[in-house]
């Protein structure tokens, strides 16, 4: 493969929640289900970006994701399964699917966050990563993202072979597409064919008719555990019967042969070759359990939200709803990260250069789990609920998340600050910054800086310090509070941002030195 998968559609947060029935209800003839478990999975484009990551490919997902706590999540879980997110903003709130399950049955589907909301403008990152792709799946959910019209230009103009898996409430393909995915009730929705006819007659014409209507060049309805027709030029179908008859669970089935035929295309196969190759492998999804053993690990839950002192501007509601007054009313959203153990005024500093750059900073916080994964068993000294609540006490700092992996790049990816900043010794070869964060910032248009560490700061120095003397040693030079001025009315309407005589870092980052300070 020459460059990546490229997956572009709508990313939905699926939940299955399994339980036991023992009674019905009192006040209702329905019955009761007692959870026992639930396990969280990103739906719709993200589960074929999911299932082409899982095989070993270099996936990247294209899609929207929303400022609340659904999107945060999707990130994270994406991230965790090894795609590279190139985020859209969008407007309303993630929607969700939960499946409310016992003995392995769906009981009830419950979705929720309302109608399709308007994804944002894609980055020339985004753009150009479709140019360069091996192969596009444009997995259609019907909520926006294929509707794009930057993104439908760009997936005109690749050269790349392109399948488009539709949605009746979705648009039409672009022409040129290399193959379309529909299944059985899709096309017949899409596709008005006269009754009477047998099953096969009618997927056959409805792929023929939606292959002219659409320029496409095939055409392959998905017959559930019957297998696939193809349509090609030609007039004459073929039909790719399943190697076997699978009884299960068939959620992501469609997906999965969306996601097994792009990687087929990738490789340089016939249309034939992957339809025959994504029949089988849907087949043997379905027969292995279907999604509840097919997708990789799940990500760890979302940390604990923190309550109390400080709590109010802790977790990722408060994040969101700093951000997304900011961008609402067109201003810049900061961000930086670390795990701010024992804080000093190597931080404060920092923190305080970063608060100048825009109109809001988003610390992202590496939780206790985090820490310990990259400092070692006896790190953190201080809980991530304390070190949340001391960096939100601080005026120059609008909102902490807590963040569990080892890098903030799922953070990033949702938060999609317009600046990331890190105060320390960065440089790379050439002298010019090399944060590990950069690549990641640049898939939305973001911008990675660094700003000067106050020397002799260090939470590690502190900590062998006082192990060394086996008293307390205070923090270097922490004030009771950041000594920043009263804060002034943010320009464009966001949060307030300190002023006085840090007003000098805005421009080229001049101002108070900052600290290493992350560690």
Not at 38 to 47: S, T
Not at 78 to 95: I, N, W
Not at 148 to 159: H, K, S
Not at 407 to 428: F, N
Request: with cysteine; net charge neutral.
């Amino acid at each position: 493969m020459r460059g990546p998968v490229v997956v572009v559609g709508d990313t939905l947060l699926d939940r299955d929640v399994e339980g036991v029935v023992n009674r019905l209800c009192p006040d209702s003839p329905v019955p009761v289900l007692d959870e026992t478990a639930h396990v969280d999975r990103p739906g719709g484009a993200g589960l074929a970006a999911v299932f082409a990551a899982a095989q070993g490919a270099d996936v990247v997902l294209v899609t929207a994701l929303a400022d609340d706590a659904g999107g945060a999540r999707l990130a994270s879980l994406l991230t965790d399964a090894g795609v590279q997110v190139y985020p859209l903003g969008l407007r309303g709130g993630t929607p969700e699917k939960v499946r409310l399950r016992a003995r392995g049955r769906v009981l009830l589907r419950h979705d929720r966050g309302g109608a399709a909301g308007t994804p944002g403008e894609p980055s020339e990152a985004a753009l150009r990563v479709i140019a360069r792709a091996s192969a596009v799946l444009v997995s259609d959910y019907g909520r926006g993202v294929a509707r794009q019209p930057a993104l439908r230009a760009a997936l005109t103009a690749t050269r790349a072979p392109v399948l488009w898996d539709p949605h009746p409430r979705g648009p039409a393909a672009v022409p040129g597409v290399h193959l379309v995915t529909p299944n059985e009730s899709e096309v017949r929705e899409l596709v008005t064919v006269a009754p009477g006819a047998t099953r096969l007659a009618t997927a056959a014409r409805g792929a023929q008719g939606l292959r002219q209507r659409w320029r496409a060049g095939a055409v392959a309805v998905t017959l559930g555990g019957d297998g696939a027709l193809l349509c090609h030029a030609g007039a004459t179908p073929m039909v790719v019967p399943a190697p076997a008859v699978a009884e299960g669970d068939t959620c992501g089935a469609g997906d999965r042969f969306a996601a097994t035929a792009s990687l087929a295309l990738a490789r340089g196969a016939l249309v034939s070759e992957a339809v025959q190759e994504a029949v089988a492998e849907a087949s043997a999804y379905v027969a292995g359990g279907g999604v509840a053993t097919a997708l990789p690990r799940a990500a760890r839950p979302l940390p604990p939200a923190v309550s109390g002192p400080g709590g109010e501007r802790v977790g990722v509601a408060a994040a969101a709803g700093v951000v997304s007054a900011v961008r609402a009313s067109g201003g810049t959203v900061v961000a930086t990260g670390g795990c701010f153990d024992l804080l000093h005024a190597g931080h404060v500093a920092t923190l305080q250069a970063a608060r100048q750059l825009g109109d809001c900073l988003v610390v992202c916080l590496n939780s206790d789990a985090s820490v310990s994964g990259l400092k070692g068993p006896d790190r953190p000294v201080i809980p991530q609920g304390d070190r949340a609540r001391l960096l939100a006490a601080l005026s120059c700092v609008d909102a902490v998340m807590i963040f569990d992996e080892a890098t903030p790049h799922a953070a990033l990816s949702w938060l999609r600050p317009d600046v990331w900043v890190k105060g320390g010794d960065y440089a790379g070869d050439g002298g010019e910054p090399a944060l590990p964060e950069a690549e990641v910032l640049r898939r939305w248009g973001g911008n990675a800086v660094v700003v000067p560490y106050l020397d002799g700061r260090s939470t590690t120095g502190l900590i062998a310090a006082a192990r060394s003397t086996g008293t307390a040693v205070p923090l270097v030079g922490l004030p009771l509070t950041d000594t920043v001025p009263p804060a002034g009315p943010a320009p464009g309407g966001g949060p307030a941002r300190p002023g006085g005589e840090h007003e000098r870092a805005r421009a080229g980052l001049a101002g108070p030195t900052t600290a290493e300070g992350t560690r």
